[in-house]
């Protein structure tokens, strides 16, 4: 199984409309958790940072179940600029640290 | 802001070949990173690097890879005897601290032909 999961996609949406991508994690010694946006040939790029509380910003929210092992982010009111792929990334500081990708979810905005 | 270089944007080599690709990473950073993303795939991590010494690296960092801090503030990641499977996009990373947001260089972009 694999350490970060996500639906690849594309989920292609109209502007406007509400979309959600889940993850999923098998390592229960994960401590941190984000989301990242990757434009096409481009960095990573921080998008939020995820709380167990959940937290919000703007039209983004994102949410963390520790008991289920699954991080969901949530777009409100798409722009035709969300258009990306969003990675869902967790960290880990068993050994060492580092952070570990999923396989990242493609986003396309249709006007 | 502050920002993670990397150099050079675009690498054109022939297989066999070796390749240098460096990094700055933010200068106050503990934690150093390279990883590397095939075309349509992936972030995969190759390598991490704390306090001076390689503190983890992947099935992917074989003896082919090698890292370095020559001068305490360059990051160099060399790639020995290239294969035409090397070719990928080189992400170098920082962090500050545990827990904390992970700053991304814009990638060398390797091509072994």
């Known amino acids: 199984r694999k350490e970060v999961e996500q639906d690849p996609g594309p989920f292609n949406v109209p502007e406007g409309a509400t979309v959600a991508f889940n993850c999923t994690y098998s390592?229960?010694?994960?401590?941190?958790f984000f989301w990242y946006r990757q434009d096409c040939r481009k960095e990573p790029k921080l998008l939020m940072s995820?709380?167990?509380s959940g937290n919000e910003d703007g039209r983004f929210t994102a949410q963390l179940n520790r008991a289920s092992q699954y991080i969901s982010l949530l777009i409100r009111d798409s722009k035709l600029s969300d258009s990306a792929t969003y990675l869902c990334?967790?960290?880990?500081?068993?050994?060492?640290?580092?952070?570990?990708f999923g396989t990242g979810t493609r986003l396309k905005v249709l006007a | 802001e502050p920002e993670v270089t990397q150099t050079p944007s675009h690498q054109v080599t022939q297989m066999g070949q070796e390749v240098i690709l460096r990094c700055v990473p933010i200068?106050?950073?503990?934690?150093f990173y390279w990883y590397r993303q095939i075309l349509g795939q992936k972030v995969e991590f190759l390598v991490s690097?704390?306090?001076?010494?390689?503190?983890?690296k992947s099935e992917i960092f074989d003896d082919q890879f090698s890292v370095e801090r020559p001068d305490g503030s360059n990051f160099t990641l060399k790639i020995r005897s290239t294969k035409l499977e090397d070719s990928a996009m080189y992400f170098c990373?920082?962090?500050?601290?545990?827990?904390?947001?992970?700053?991304f260089g814009q990638g060398t972009r390797l091509t072994v032909v």
């Open positions: 690097f704390y306090n001076n010494e390689i503190s983890e």
């Open positions: 200068s106050n950073h503990l934690y």
């Open positions: 995820v709380y167990s």
């Open positions: 990373a920082s962090i500050a601290g545990l827990h904390t947001e992970a700053f």
């Open positions: 990334v967790v960290s880990r500081a068993s050994g060492t640290y580092k952070y570990i």
């Open positions: 390592n229960s010694a994960s401590q941190s």
